[in-house]
T-cell receptor, first 116, second 114 residues
């Protein structure tokens, strides 16, 4: 059973609305990464948070934003939803050491977002 | 541009068959290659490979990396219906900004029929 939990599991929104997805990281992990996986595609990196700060970002517009909290859980916010935002959103937690090494890249079960 | 290519995209076999899944990559500053199994939602970790020629093995699954030819293979022997899933390959580059972005392939969809 995975130590990373995501909520909600499924969500239906209409175009133009805003959505917040949540992810709790595995105990002992300090980093959360978010991915978007469209049907039939591999996951696409959105961004990563390390110690409450954004630590890298993929090719996603600014309407995709995030937060990480002191307990290392994280939120993904998407504003002005578009039909193409329909996808499985995965978060993964890991532990990043100061020397740059990391371990324990563990995925949550994802949130299925449908935009209509 | 960094990319990871998996083949075949889809595969249908019978129980007991042996399958080989391929993952080739073109990634600047390679650090490691990872294999994941995705059945419904969460990809589950299978292997991480960093060195050429060293086979990683877990039960009926095994994997090996060739850093000279830039590819990896995942073998599954004596397949079972429970092996039906999408198998994803991802490469992690070394990034000066400590960005832990993984570059993913599209996956191989494996269906094992009884």
């Amino acid at each position: 059973e995975t130590g990373v939990t995501q909520s909600p599991t499924h969500l239906i929104k209409t175009r133009g609305q805003q959505v917040t997805l949540r992810c709790s990281s595995q105990s002992g992990h300090n980093t959360v990464s978010w991915y978007q996986q469209a049907l039939g595609q591999g996951p696409q990196f959105i961004f990563q948070y390390y110690r409450e700060e954004e630590n890298g970002r993929g090719n996603f517009p600014p309407r995709f934003s995030g937060l990480q909290f002191p307990n290392y859980s994280s939120e993904l916010n998407v504003n002005a939803l578009e039909l193409d935002d329909s996808a499985l959103y995965l978060c993964a937690s890991s532990h990043l050491w100061r020397d740059g090494a990391d371990y324990g890249y563990t995925f949550g079960s994802g949130t299925r977002l449908t935009v209509v | 541009e960094d990319k990871v290519v998996q083949s075949p995209l889809s595969l249908v076999v019978h129980e007991g068959d042996t399958v080989t899944l391929n993952c080739s990559y073109e990634v600047t500053n390679f650090r490691s290659l990872l294999w994941y199994k995705q059945e419904k939602k969460a990809p589950t970790f299978l292997f991480m490979l960093t060195s050429s020629g060293i086979e990683k093995k877990s039960g009926r699954l095994s994997s090996i990396l060739d850093k000279k030819e830039l590819f990896s293979i995942l073998n599954i022997t004596a397949t079972q219906t429970g092996d039906s899933a999408i198998y994803l390959c991802a490469v992690r580059p070394i990034d000066a900004g400590n960005n832990r972005k993984l570059i993913w392939g599209l996956g191989t969809s494996l269906a094992v029929n009884p």
